[in-house]
C-alpha cells in the first residue's frame, strides 16, 4: 500500500536553532514530492517540491529539503528557526500528479 | 487575483441528510482535487479532474460520495445519506496543468454531521 509516514506528531524547537521535520514514504516509482504547510485558519500554502536533479531543494521563507532516494525520504529543514515557523506542516507524494497521498502533519513549536 | 473558494464554509447536517459542498478553482487550473481531512489526521485523496479526461475517483470511500465537473469550471462533492463518520473538512485545490507542480487549496468546508 502507497503511504506516507511523519514519525513524529509534534516538533519543539527554540528560536535561532536548525530544524528538521521527518518524512518517509511507501510509493511505487519515482515521485514527486512536495512540503506544504497550514497556518492557524487558513488553508495550505505550497513550501517547496522535489521533480529531479539536485537532491536538496530551495523553498519558500528559507526552508529547504533533501532528498533521499535509498531511505525514501524527504526531511523538511531550516537553518534557523524563526517563531514565526509554528505550523502544521504536511508532506506529500505522488506517482503522477494523478493522485496525491499526504502524511498526518506535524506540528511545528518555535518558542522564542 | 481570487483564489479557490469553497462554499458553504460550514455545514451541520443531520444524519441520513444529503450534502452538497461546491468548490470555486482558479481560472485556467485544469486540474481539481477532492480531500478529506478528519480531525488531526492528514489529506485523505477523494477524486481528481483533469480537463475534460474521465475522473480518478480511485479515493471515493463509498458510492454514497459523489463529484461533478463541467469542463475546467466549478465542481461539487456530494455525500448522501450522510453518516457520522462524514465529519470532517473537505479541501478542494486546484492545479494549472502545464508545467506547475502546486496544488492551490480553498479554505474548506467543515461539515458536521449529528
Known amino acids: 500500500a502507497q503511504s506516507v509516514a511523519q514519525p513524529e506528531d509534534q516538533v519543539n524547537v527554540a528560536e535561532g536553532n536548525p530544524l528538521t521535520v521527518k518524512c518517509t514514504y511507501s510509493v511505487s516509482g519515482n515521485p514527486y514530492l512536495f512540503w506544504y504547510v497550514q497556518y492557524p485558519n487558513r488553508g495550505l500554502q505550497f513550501l517547496l517540491k522535489?521533480?529531479?536533479?539536485?537532491?536538496l531543494v530551495k523553498g519558500s521563507y528559507g526552508f529547504e529539503a533533501e532528498f533521499n532516494k535509498s531511505q525514501t525520504s524527504f526531511h523538511l529543514k531550516k537553518p534557523s528557526a524563526l517563531v514565526s515557523d509554528s505550523a502544521l506542516y504536511f508532506c506529500?507524494?505522488?506517482?503522477?500528479?494523478?493522485?496525491?497521498?499526504f502524511g498526518s502533519g506535524t506540528k511545528l513549536n518555535v518558542k522564542p | 487575483g481570487a483564489g479557490v473558494s469553497q462554499s458553504p464554509s460550514n455545514k451541520v447536517t443531520e444524519k441520513g441528510k444529503d450534502v452538497e459542498l461546491r468548490c470555486d478553482p482558479i481560472?485556467?487550473?485544469?486540474?481539481l482535487y477532492w480531500y478529506r481531512q478528519r480531525l488531526g489526521q492528514g489529506l485523505e485523496f477523494l477524486i481528481y479532474f483533469q480537463g475534460n479526461s474521465a475522473p480518478d475517483k480511485s479515493g471515493l470511500p463509498s458510492d454514497r460520495f459523489s463529484a461533478e465537473r463541467t469542463g475546467e469550471s466549478v465542481s461539487t462533492l456530494t455525500i448522501q445519506r450522510t453518516q457520522q463518520e462524514d465529519s470532517a473538512v473537505y479541501l478542494c485545490a486546484s492545479r494549472y496543468n502545464r508545467g506547475s507542480y502546486e496544488q492551490y487549496f480553498g479554505p474548506g468546508t467543515r461539515l458536521t454531521v449529528t
Open positions: 481560472s485556467g487550473h485544469t486540474a
Open positions: 522535489y521533480i529531479t536533479g539536485d537532491n
Open positions: 506529500a507524494v505522488s506517482p503522477n500528479f494523478n493522485k496525491f497521498y
